[in-house]
């Protein structure tokens, strides 16, 4: 799948060429990086060609993190680079190439068609990011509430709208699906979404070029301002004065203000109290950490959309081993996709547990299997030292098999490094634990119930 048509690509790649001068200057660039061609973006994945090694090894070590970061700035989601280096016959992109035409037609993203003059660039939308394609569960529901009713309010309901939650939760896909629904229903408001770090460069940069007129009245006349990632303001205090300025005038001329950040207004590291005090004054939204449920929903809708028939247990593989999360687990689905289409070969869990070894790894040390025994421990009230012993009590064998059986479910670790674990035991004694879970949640509801609990303790 590819991330972004080859024209758009190109308009953005010229943007940020023309950002890269600016930060690294004209020598540098017309050495580096104006040499440079971009080739395509993929699923996270930036190609640029370069006409030599040498070229291509330079801007790979000195300016691979600026390429990237300013590329996400326009709001796509780069998460590495890769420069060719091209020969004559297999260059650049161009618009009309039959073979590229055939990915511009499936491109899923999109450039804002309202942009305001000077802000070509601003307002990338991604054309998948819509609230038909949010799914929607206990840790995001009221998020998503709000952001709908945003969205859907002629004059602002609640002023400013602050989304905050941890990384790859959902927060710049809500604040895209606002912005999708807003031109479908209020076409007419103009609607500026931008990340942070892309608001203070402008402005740092409007400075340089002793044009602050024009950037205030810029941010001053939409409707509806967007600011993504707004922990970024913190420190730089000229512009947090601006954004403290920018931001009153636009409440208080009841324009909608819509703000992200990974953490709560009053958790802003280095920002100044007036300003996280205003930031709380509307309604501060959060988005929790995901729940089983909602991973697997999230997996089954996208699922859907891929021409590859994956089994609901690959899926409930996944949703239950992937927790950390969205953006790693449509990676993680992304590959296995990829995998089946290149292989031609049926997804088991074997295959996906091999496909997916570094993900599910780096997933793991979120659950340990001390972790587990801890909390076992702690939900049937006996100590832990009685869980590794010798002891065939039956509150403590049943706190052992099902300890054994939830290290099973939710890490990746091996039957006979789980008896180990479990004061040196076979691995058999843990199949036949495994083996006796699994008959008794069958058969005993309340049991199967006291598991759920326990194990959704353990995830979140
Ligand atoms: P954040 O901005 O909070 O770091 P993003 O909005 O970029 O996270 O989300 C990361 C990825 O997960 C995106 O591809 C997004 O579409 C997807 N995603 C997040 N939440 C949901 C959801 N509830 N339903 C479907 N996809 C989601
Ligand atoms: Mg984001």
Same mark, same amino acid.
């Given at each position: 799948?590819?991330?972004?048509?080859?024209?758009?690509?190109?308009?953005?790649?010229?943007?940020?060429?023309?950002?890269?001068?600016?930060?690294?200057?004209?020598?540098?660039?017309?050495?580096?990086?104006?040499?440079?061609?971009?080739?395509?973006?993929?699923?996270?994945?930036?190609?640029?060609?370069?006409?030599?090694?040498?070229?291509?090894?330079?801007?790979? %070590?000195?300016?691979?993190?600026?390429?990237?970061?300013?590329?996400?700035?326009?709001?796509?989601?780069?998460?590495?680079?890769?420069?060719?280096?091209?020969?004559?016959?297999?260059?650049?992109?161009?618009?009309? %190439?039959?073979?590229?035409?055939?990915?511009?037609?499936?491109?899923?993203?999109?450039?804002?068609?309202?942009? !305001?003059?000077?802000?070509?660039?601003? %307002?990338?939308?991604?054309?998948?990011?819509?609230?038909?394609?949010?799914?929607?569960?206990?840790?995001?529901?009221?998020?998503?509430?709000?952001?709908?009713?945003?969205?859907?309010?002629?004059?602002?309901?609640?002023?400013?709208?602050?989304?905050?939650?941890?990384?790859?939760?959902?927060?710049?896909?809500?604040?895209?699906?606002?912005?999708?629904?807003?031109?479908?229903?209020?076409?007419?408001?103009?609607?500026?979404?931008?990340?942070?770090?892309?608001?203070?460069? !402008?402005?740092?940069?409007?400075?340089?070029?002793?044009?602050?007129?024009?950037?205030?009245?810029?941010?001053?006349?939409?409707?509806?301002?967007?600011?993504?990632?707004?922990?970024?303001?913190?420190?730089?205090?000229?512009?947090?004065?601006?954004?403290?300025?920018?931001?009153?005038?636009?409440?208080?001329?009841?324009?909608?203000?819509?703000?992200?950040?990974?953490?709560?207004?009053?958790?802003?590291?280095?920002?100044?109290?007036?300003?996280?005090?205003?930031?709380?004054?509307?309604?501060?939204?959060?988005?929790?950490?995901?729940?089983?449920?909602?991973?697997?929903?999230?997996?089954?809708?996208?699922?859907?959309?891929?021409?590859?028939?994956?089994?609901?247990?690959?899926?409930?593989?996944?949703?239950?081993?992937?927790?950390?999360?969205?953006?790693? !687990?449509?990676?993680?689905?992304?590959?296995?996709?990829?995998?089946?289409?290149?292989?031609?070969?049926?997804?088991?869990?074997?295959?996906?547990?091999?496909?997916?070894?570094?993900?599910?790894?780096?997933?793991?040390?979120?659950?340990?299997?001390?972790?587990?025994?801890?909390?076992?421990?702690?939900?049937?009230?006996?100590?832990?030292?009685?869980?590794?012993?010798?002891?065939?009590?039956?509150?403590?064998?049943?706190?052992?098999?099902?300890?054994?059986?939830?290290?099973?479910?939710?890490?990746?670790?091996? !039957?006979?490094?789980?008896?180990?674990?479990?004061?040196?035991?076979?691995?058999?004694?843990?199949?036949?634990?495994?083996?006796?879970?699994?008959?008794?949640?069958?058969?005993?509801?309340?049991?199967?119930?006291?598991?759920?609990?326990?194990?959704?303790?353990?995830?979140?």
């Amino acid at each position: 799948m590819t991330d972004c048509d080859n024209r758009k690509l190109k308009q953005i790649w010229s943007e940020v060429s023309e950002d890269i001068k600016i930060e690294i200057g004209k020598d540098s660039y017309n050495t580096w990086i104006s040499k440079l061609n971009i080739v395509d973006l993929d699923e996270g994945m930036l190609k640029l060609s370069a006409p030599s090694n040498f070229i291509r090894d330079n801007a790979i %070590s000195r300016f691979s993190n600026l390429i990237i970061r300013l590329f996400n700035s326009y709001g796509s989601n780069v998460k590495s680079l890769n420069i060719e280096v091209y020969d004559n016959n297999n260059p650049k992109i161009t618009e009309n %190439s039959d073979s590229k035409n055939k990915v511009a037609t499936q491109s899923e993203t999109s450039m804002s068609s309202n942009d !305001l003059p000077g802000l070509k660039g601003i %307002s990338v939308l991604d054309k998948k990011f819509t609230f038909k394609n949010f799914v929607v569960g206990k840790p995001n529901e009221f998020a998503y509430a709000a952001a709908l009713r945003i969205a859907e309010s002629e004059i602002p309901a609640y002023n400013p709208l602050f989304l905050y939650g941890g990384v790859g939760l959902g927060k710049t896909h809500l604040m895209h699906a606002i912005a999708w629904r807003i031109k479908e229903i209020f076409p007419e408001k103009k609607v500026i979404y931008i990340s942070a770090e892309k608001f203070m460069y !402008l402005f740092i940069r409007s400075l340089r070029y002793k044009d602050a007129m024009s950037f205030k009245e810029l941010f001053r006349t939409v409707d509806v301002l967007m600011i993504d990632d707004v922990q970024f303001i913190g420190g730089k205090d000229t512009t947090q004065e601006e954004f403290f300025h920018t931001f009153n005038e636009l409440v208080d001329n009841n324009r909608q203000v819509i703000l992200s950040a990974d953490k709560s207004p009053s958790n802003l590291d280095g920002v100044e109290d007036r300003l996280k005090s205003r930031l709380g004054w509307g309604l501060v939204a959060d988005i929790h950490p995901t729940n089983y449920e909602l991973r697997l929903g999230i997996l089954q809708s996208k699922a859907k959309r891929h021409k590859i028939k994956i089994s609901d247990k690959v899926l409930e593989f996944l949703a239950m081993k992937i927790s950390s999360n969205i953006r790693e !687990l449509e990676g993680a689905l992304n590959r296995i996709v990829a995998h089946a289409t290149l292989v031609g070969r049926e997804i088991t869990i074997d295959v996906a547990q091999e496909v997916l070894s570094d993900i599910l790894r780096s997933n793991e040390k979120y659950i340990t299997i001390d972790f587990i025994q801890r909390k076992v421990c702690e939900f049937y009230n006996i100590k832990l030292s009685d869980l590794n012993a010798a002891k065939r009590q039956k509150t403590i064998a049943t706190a052992r098999q099902v300890a054994m059986y939830l290290c099973k479910q939710l890490t990746t670790k091996s !039957l006979p490094d789980i008896g180990q674990n479990f004061g040196g035991r076979d691995h058999s004694t843990v199949i036949h634990a495994v083996k006796k879970i699994k008959e008794r949640i069958s058969i005993d509801r309340e049991f199967a119930t006291d598991l759920e609990i326990l194990s959704k303790s353990i995830e979140n």
